[in-house]
């Protein structure tokens, strides 16, 4: 019980698909079952789930999920959690991240009616050394109390799983992996083809296990999408857009070892982008058999791609040379992943691009680092959901008075972040949160 209290300060409610009873839900799949299918939509619910990576497996192969991987969690993401375990409404503040180390200091809040102002108190100071030498305790805390605290809590999230784990890295990845693509920008809700029916009822019986485990909420619905014209031409704008979002991760991922010219890159990772690019064909051809997709554009896109990848490795290509050609209609790779242009990376050969000059930042964009701070939320946690693709984001090469900017948000990217964010401990709101989306902004993902 302990556990799950524990996991509540954890995890935001993981409920993908909001407004219905589970009782509708239930009634809701029945309706249809037998009909010819296309394949399912997909929703789910988990929240104040903590369980070891033993008992994590035993349930994912007593569902036969034997192949699904379970990551390992990230020491950062360990210190992170036991943090916010132990603190109620200090503010926890990264205040390093370099070769050698991260520090995070945690900070009280309190109030001064008579000045009226807010006090700032340093409370604790913690320090994990990337550098430790083999043997050596890495971890440097500012008391001996707060070590007595938080030392047991960071062993206990290394080794535990809580709901927004199962969500993002159980179900949401085998989810892709099986051609699931999203039916919403904000994600929720997801159709899986026919072809793999029997993963998603073995996801069902394994959320269903988990909830009655843990003695918590854990639940995944599944609703039949009958195989007819106007289905069809409705998965037809899905699977395409789906795909051409995969491709703009891809192209980002390109741009970003063009944009480092000293750096070296390994021919594993290559081979790794390598085989994402082939997973994402893979997945066009299954929707142009299933729904009669057109393609051709993705297509041609995915062959520019393995190109431009397949030149990186085998020394062909000059790091800083825009790998999207025409220089007279084809933007950088800054700009390429800026405005998502399927268009301009689809043009020739690569081509020495002329070095992108500084511009003033536009006014419909906020600085992500900047924005980040003004809701007391994690630069780096932040960064890392826009590598994700949790956050739209927009790279560029801008100047904000005296700072240079690299990374910023739309309107899109803002609302992105909230939905993220909002309901993490520490969370400041500001005079336009939510950042609800006006019908001129709303932009397809």
């Keep these: 019980m302990a556990q799950q209290q524990a996991a509540a300060t954890q995890d935001t409610e ?11 839900v239930q009634q809701l799949e029945q309706h249809g079952a037998q009909a010819p299918s296309l394949g399912s939509i997909i929703s789910w619910g988990i929240k104040n789930v903590i369980l070891s990576e033993a008992e994590l497996r ?26 916010k375990e132990m603190v109620e409404d200090e503010l926890i ?46 971890l440097t805390f500012s008391s001996t109390a707060a070590e007595h605290t938080l030392r047991p809590l960071i062993e206990k999230y290394q080794s535990c799983y809580v709901s927004s784990d199962i969500s993002r890295f159980i179900l949401l990845v085998t989810i892709k992996q099986r051609g ?26 394994f959320m269903e296990e988990l909830g009655k485990a843990q003695n918590a909420l854990a639940y995944l619905s599944m609703f039949n999408v009958i195989d007819d014209g106007d289905a069809k031409a409705d998965m037809q704008r899905h699977a395409h857009d789906a795909l051409k979002g995969e491709l703009r991760d891809l192209g980002h991922l390109l741009a970003k070892l063009h944009s480092n010219p000293e750096r070296t890159v390994r021919a594993a990772t290559i081979e790794k982008y390598l085989e994402e690019a082939e997973r994402i064909a893979q997945e066009a051809s299954l929707y142009r058999d299933l729904i009669l997709l057109e393609a051709e554009d993705i297509t041609a896109e995915l062959d520019n791609l393995r190109q431009q990848f397949r030149a990186v490795v085998q020394g062909e290509a000059t790091f800083g040379d825009d790998p999207f050609a025409d220089n007279q209609t084809s933007p950088s790779p800054a700009q390429a992943a800026q405005d998502g242009s399927s268009e301009a990376r689809e043009q020739g050969a690569s081509q020495t691009a002329i070095p992108p000059k500084e511009m003033a930042l536009p006014d419909d964009l906020i600085p992500l680092r900047a924005f980040a701070d003004q809701h007391a939320a994690s630069r ?18 801008w100047v904000d008075g005296k700072q240079r900017i690299t990374l910023a948000l739309d309107a899109q990217g803002r609302r992105d972040f909230w939905v993220q964010f909002h309901e993490i401990s520490g969370f400041r709101s500001c005079d336009s949160c939510p950042h609800a989306l006006t019908q001129k902004e709303d932009v397809p993902f």
Excluded: C
């Excluded at 699931?180 to 019986?205: C, K, N, Q, S």
């Design 14 to 24: 993981e409920i993908q698909g909001e407004g219905f009873s589970l009782e509708t």
């Design 93 to 138: 503040r990264l205040v390093a991240d370099n070769a050698q180390k991260i520090t995070y200091v945690v900070v009280k809040l309190s109030n001064d009616a008579e000045l009226e102002d807010v006090l700032f108190n340093k409370t604790l100071k913690l320090t994990y050394r990337k550098d430790a030498a083999l043997g050596t305790d890495p």
């Design 58 to 83: 035993r349930l994912l192969d007593n569902h036969g999920l034997q192949d699904v991987k379970i990551p390992q969690i990230r020491k950062r993401k360990a210190l992170n959690r036991a943090l």
């Design 180 to 205: 699931g693509i999203p039916l919403r920008p904000e994600g929720g809700m997801y159709f899986v083809p026919a072809a793999h029916h029997d993963t998603v009822f073995a996801l069902r019986r």
């Design 380 to 397: 780096n946690e932040a960064e890392r959901l826009w590598k994700t693709g949790f956050i739209r984001a927009k790279k560029g090469n």
